[in-house]
């Protein structure tokens, strides 16, 4: 008996490539192909939609069957468990690059994705039209500005925006140098297939390379050995789960 996978979700972005403006729901998106899995979208403009299958109101959340699985480290490592290995390599010294790597997108990759989105005052209108624009108008008046200072504080408080914005995209650049000297020239992030480092990676840098943070687009398109990379995860997981798996 097959057991049902739902990916609960925010809604479509309308970007091509680009199945969430959420880094953690595209690697679930792209973990779940990776795997070849087939799996159905419930979505929803806010994500405490779903608070009664993850307590905290965020997403994604994977349904199996009806198990909800919250946390997308978690759902990784169970899609993992269902579908293809995302693990790296056959060594036990792979497998644990491959997560610390995870950990590395999830926590210092994504820290500059938020503040590209939310502190960045470049940036900030296009953001706010993308994630409130269907919020009624005297509503759009107040609450994204109150959300954007509870957001930069946090960004202050996990040492991304404490120096301000300048060292903050200093150490943006440095942090993408140091991936453009590591990526690979050809194949995967680690080991000799696909794995949880090269989905989880690929999440957060696929999600400045939008039209809603040109200027950090911009800086990772620069580097080409990494998009080179970039390109061919997109690749291989954009495509459904059912040619994935065939």
């Known amino acids: 008996m097959t057991t049902t996978l739902t990916l609960c979700e925010l809604g479509e972005t309308g970007i091509e490539g680009l199945e969430s403006y959420s880094p953690f729901c595209l690697k679930a998106h792209r973990a779940l192909r990776a795997a070849g899995l087939s799996y159905e979208r419930r979505t929803s403009a806010r994500p405490d939609a779903f608070k009664a299958l993850n307590p905290t109101g965020q997403v994604p959340v994977l349904l199996v069957g009806d198990e909800p699985i919250a946390d997308s480290t978690r759902i990784v490592a169970r899609i993992s468990e269902l579908g293809r290995s995302l693990d790296a390599g056959p060594t036990g010294r792979e497998r644990a690059e491959a997560w610390l790597w995870e950990e590395l ?15 960045d005052a470049r940036n900030w209108p296009a953001v706010r039209e993308a994630y409130f624009a269907e919020m009624p108008a005297f509503i759009r008046a107040i609450v994204p500005a109150r959300l954007r200072a509870n957001v930069v504080a946090t960004l202050v408080a996990r040492d991304v925006w404490r120096a301000g914005e300048d060292e ?5 650049d440095a942090l993408l140098d140091q991936l453009e000297a590591r990526a690979p020239e050809r194949g995967w992030w680690v080991g000799d297939r ?15 390379r939008t039209p809603l943070t040109p200027w950090q ?27 994935l798996a065939a």
Do not use: I, K, Y
């Not at 997108?105 to 820290?111: E, H, I, M, V, Y």
């Open 194 to 208: 696909l794995s949880v480092a090269d989905v989880a990676l690929f999440a957060q840098l696929r999600s400045l």
């Open 217 to 243: 687009a911009s800086r990772v398109e620069a580097r080409p050995t990494l998009c080179a990379w970039l390109d061919r995860v997109d690749h291989a997981t954009r495509a459904p789960a059912v040619a």
């Open 168 to 172: 903050c995209w200093r150490r943006f």
């Open 105 to 119: 997108a999830d926590t210092a990759l994504n820290g500059f994705l938020v503040a590209s989105r939310w502190a």
